[in-house]
Structure formats: structure tokens, C-alpha cells
């Protein structure tokens, strides 16, 4: 098993984002299976303050210079190589994220670590790594075994629990000077997207619509249940492409992801595009007439019958039971 488990921190807009917190609970649980230590490296001008959150790191390497915000990917596989020979580290975390895209095959290349990719568990075994990863967009999973415990895996966001990554405690912070060429692309401004109307990605109740709504009229009943529960409608991409509701409205690999307490899947068959959108949603409650869906098989709550003749009943359910 490797001497340590690096992994690469991620901060977006000031902010460490969830993935890390993931990273670093995945990590923490294979260091001490492992009897490893677990070190994170944070790049970029804001990275000094912010190293103090990342307490579940046995130790934080902290790049704080301009140049490194958002680098491009070659520049901080460049960068992790050199962090890899001062460490002695032999498995590297990484965030399957556009942050963090084309990292991971770079930084195997120059090592020549074997790769692991969509990794959704891992877990230590005899001596190795076992890894789980998502092949397919989630249509078959595959376990790889890192035999001597050494690679660069990248880790799928929602798979690991965010809280096992935090700690209140502050990790030993120290600054690493890289023996590399600064990157040459610099990171200027981001542009925030525009959300619309509504921005999807902060409602606690989703009320989402598939095909099976069957016309732009009726989603207007759909409308009507996301009112009466404090949400909003959203959809999957085959009502955006009809124009039926705006892209700031769809959820999926090519829209939005969301994680709200409730999701409603209404006449949504379940394709892995749509389903890497919410599948991290607390409670999913499917309908669709096809009992053989795929929706159902990852739904907490499922009905089998016409989302047109259910929706307005629930609809009536709910404002006669808030009265």
C-alpha cells in the first residue's frame, strides 16, 4: 500500500467544494485500513485560509499563488508529480469534475500509475485497493483492484458521504514550492450561468417532467403540484428540446445537477443521462406507465399508472391536507 494518499482539493469562488470533503472521508477510511497518511494539496490564491477546513488531512499542502486558480489540467498534473516524489505518494484522489477534468489521465501517463475512473466505492484488501467504478453512465459497475494499493483514482461526486470529510479541527498547513513551469493559461474571471426564473439547484421539492407529460399544456398540472409544495417544475432533456421549458430547467449529464430533499420523476423513463442528474435526491417518487422503467429502480417510491390522471389528485391531496 502506498506511503501516502494525496488528494487533490478542490475550491471554487472561494470556496472548498463537497467533492473534496468526499475525497478526503474516502481517503481517511483507506489511510487508516491502511496504516497510511492522508495529505491534501490545495492550489491557488485563495488556498491559504481555506486549508484550515480540510481537518480530516493529515497534513495540507498549500500553493497559494495566482497562477495555479483553476490551472489547466497538464499544468497540475505537472504540479502532483512533483508533489508525488516529495511525499512519496503512491495513490492520488481526484474529483470527477470539470475543475478537475483530463487531470487524472495526465498525471497517469507521466507516472505510469494505472488509472480509475467514475469510482463510485473503494475499500482496502489485502494489502491493495479495491475500487468500484461506474461504467456506462451507471449501467454496469465494474470493481478494479489496485493490487499494490498505487494509482490515480477519480472519484464520482455523490458517492462518498460529505460529512465523513469534515473535521473541526485545523490540519498542519504547509507551503510546497513546485519545481515546475507555471502554467501558462491563467485563470481571469468566472462568469456566472444564468439561472432563469428559478435556479433548480437550490429547491428542496422538484417536480420533474418527462415525455410522459405528452404536451406543453400539461405541464402546467405540474405547475400547480410544485406551488402547493414550495417548488419548482424542472425536466428532462426531451421537454427542454421542445422548448417547453427553459435549459435552465433541465436536470441531467447535459443540464443541471440537483440534490433536493424531494424529487418527483413524472413520465420519466430513468436514462443514465437523467439520472446522474438527481440521483443523489433524498427521496425520489416515480410514476411512469411502463412498469419495467428504469426510473424505478433507483426510486424510493414508485407508481405505475398515468401521471396525467395522478397529478391533479395530488395535487388536490396535498392542499386539502394543508388545509
Request: charged share 20%; net charge negative.
Amino acid at each position: 500500500m502506498a506511503n501516502t494518499i494525496l488528494v487533490l482539493a478542490e475550491q471554487l469562488r472561494g470556496e472548498v467544494t463537497d467533492i473534496t470533503f468526499e475525497m478526503l472521508g474516502a481517503g481517511r477510511k483507506l489511510a487508516e485500513a491502511s496504516g497510511s497518511s492522508l495529505c491534501a494539496v490545495l492550489l491557488g490564491a485563495e488556498a491559504a485560509p481555506l486549508a484550515a477546513k480540510l481537518g480530516a488531512a493529515d497534513k495540507v499542502l498549500v500553493a497559494d499563488d495566482a497562477p495555479w486558480d483553476l490551472a489547466p489540467a497538464d499544468a497540475v498534473a505537472g504540479a502532483l508529480e512533483a508533489v508525488m516524489q516529495q511525499t512519496q505518494a503512491g495513490l492520488v484522489l481526484l474529483g470527477c469534475t470539470n475543475v478537475a477534468a483530463g487531470i487524472g489521465s495526465m498525471l497517469a501517463v507521466k507516472t505510469g500509475l494505472p488509472l480509475v475512473n467514475f469510482c463510485r466505492a473503494a475499500k482496502a484488501e489485502g494489502g491493495g485497493v479495491v475500487c468500484t467504478s461506474q461504467l456506462f453512465g451507471g449501467k454496469i459497475y465494474s470493481d478494479v483492484k489496485l493490487a499494490d494499493g498505487k494509482g490515480v483514482v477519480c472519484i464520482y461526486p455523490g458517492a462518498f458521504p460529505v460529512d465523513a470529510g469534515k473535521r473541526d479541527q485545523a490540519p498542519p498547513i504547509e507551503k510546497v514550492d513546485l519545481p515546475v513551469a507555471a502554467p501558462k493559461v491563467t485563470f481571469k474571471q468566472y462568469l456566472e450561468p444564468e439561472t432563469g426564473d428559478v435556479d433548480i439547484t437550490k429547491q428542496n421539492v422538484l417536480v420533474g417532467v418527462g415525455r410522459g407529460i405528452q404536451t406543453q399544456d400539461n405541464v402546467e398540472l405540474a405547475e400547480e403540484l410544485a406551488q402547493v409544495l414550495g417548488g419548482a417544475v424542472c425536466a428532462s432533456r426531451p421537454v427542454i428540446d421542445q422548448g417547453w421549458l427553459p435549459l435552465s430547467r433541465q436536470v441531467g449529464k447535459s443540464g443541471m445537477t440537483v440534490k433536493p430533499r424531494v424529487y418527483f420523476a413524472l413520465g420519466i423513463s430513468g436514462a443514465p443521462e437523467h439520472w446522474e442528474g438527481m440521483q443523489n435526491s433524498q427521496c425520489i417518487i416515480a410514476v411512469n406507465t411502463d412498469a419495467k422503467a428504469p426510473i424505478f429502480d433507483g426510486a424510493h417510491y414508485g407508481v405505475v399508472g398515468d401521471v396525467l390522471e395522478l397529478l391533479p389528485a395530488l395535487t388536490e391531496k396535498v392542499k386539502a391536507k394543508k388545509g
